[in-house]
């Protein structure tokens, strides 16, 4: 069953609520605001429970201190250069939050939003959050109905999303938890070991939108088809692509056929032999790590690589970019459904 509790007020006096999901010894705690994962306990090595994502630990943390901290993105995830969105020759000037582009759905993005929620599945263990994005929200054309379920079991946490517009328009959701799985607030993620099965990144510019190309990540710090540590070339100033990144804030073109749902990440800390892994049915995964990073948080201040988050979507730009779009289009026809599941399965390694 799932647990319902205040939360806290949002600053014009709406009420959050905190649902917790139980899964034997693990827990997750996600906000009816921007649907925020804001805690997810796991089991270590030694079976001691460890709190692998940041967050925050009341509301007006959440709606002033930025970084989008385990909530949902929309209606469009990462970058849309110059805020152009155009559909059908009719040009959408969208908000431009980041560098002179359009981020993470702007300003009043579904991370903003209070969600409405209902509790679903075999025993109630399915948390259903659901919301309207009415015609012109941030710009974007078309009412579009929306629903994210959260489900936790088997030690996996899984996250199903839906939608549909009474307009074409883009869409292109995502979750920006950041995870450290030595826990929340140990310190950085540097020592994390990361395999990510992709042979491409998309090159940016220097506000860090694509435009077209792709690079093999054969010979450069992006080469994560093997395990290698965050930390072991994140300070490569000779990469181009790194510099501008100020670590790396970067997406994979994942090496799998389009729309299938199948295992493509995987992350490890030998410290607290806690294993991630990621499933989707999504084309690409941009990874961060929390270059930005530079707020107090639940248990301390998180500084600089405290996290990494591991954001499934479509390629960044690509309602711009034919050949992202190719690879999974972001831009739907009025009343044709959107899906699609991400899962974060963890365990241990001794």
């Not at 605001?33 to 997810?40: A, C, K, N, T």
């Not at 379920?149 to 920006?176: F, P, Q, V, W």
Request: charged share 25%.
């Amino acid at each position: 069953m799932i647990q319902a509790s205040i939360f806290g007020k949002t600053a014009d006096g709406r009420d959050v609520h905190a649902f917790k999901l139980r899964d034997g010894a693990n827990e997750a705690t996600i906000l009816s605001l921007g649907g925020i994962v804001q805690s997810l306990k796991v089991a270590d090595k030694e079976g001691n429970p460890t709190d692998v994502v940041l967050g925050y630990n009341d509301v007006a943390s959440y709606e002033n201190n930025g970084g989008y901290l385990g909530a949902i993105i929309g209606r469009c995830a990462n970058r849309i250069e110059k805020g152009r969105l155009v559909i059908d020759g009719v040009e959408h000037q969208l908000a431009c939050n980041d560098r002179g582009n359009h981020h993470h759905g702007g300003p009043k993005g579904f991370h903003t939003k209070i969600w409405n929620y209902v509790f679903e599945g075999k025993g109630g263990n399915t948390l259903a959050l659901s919301m309207t994005s009415p015609d012109g929200d941030e710009n974007y054309p078309g009412n579009m109905r929306v629903q994210v379920c959260y489900t936790l079991s088997g030690g996996e946490l899984t996250i199903d999303y839906a939608a549909m517009a009474d307009r074409k328009t883009a869409m292109n959701m995502t979750n920006h938890t950041y995870f450290n799985l030595d826990g929340e607030g140990s310190g950085n993620v540097l020592d994390t070991f990361f395999t990510v099965d992709a042979d491409r990144i998309v090159p940016t510019d220097e506000a860090l939108v694509p435009h077209g190309e792709f690079r093999g990540v054969e010979g450069t710090p992006f080469d994560f088809r093997k395990a290698h540590r965050f930390g072991e070339r994140i300070g490569n100033d000779e990469d181009q692509d790194i510099r501008y990144q100020d670590g790396y804030d970067v997406s994979f073109v994942l090496n799998k056929k389009q729309g299938t749902y199948a295992k493509v990440a995987e992350a490890e800390s030998e410290r607290s032999g806690i294993v991630l892994e990621v499933f989707t049915d999504m084309p690409a995964l941009h990874l961060y790590t929390g270059n930005e990073l530079s707020q107090r948080g639940k248990s301390g201040f998180y500084n600089r690589n405290y996290g990494f988050c591991l954001e499934t979507q479509c390629i960044p730009n690509a309602v711009n970019v034919p050949a992202y779009a190719a690879l999974g289009d972001p831009v739907f026809e009025r009343n044709k459904i959107y899906h699609s599941v991400t899962s974060f399965r963890f365990g241990v390694r001794k």
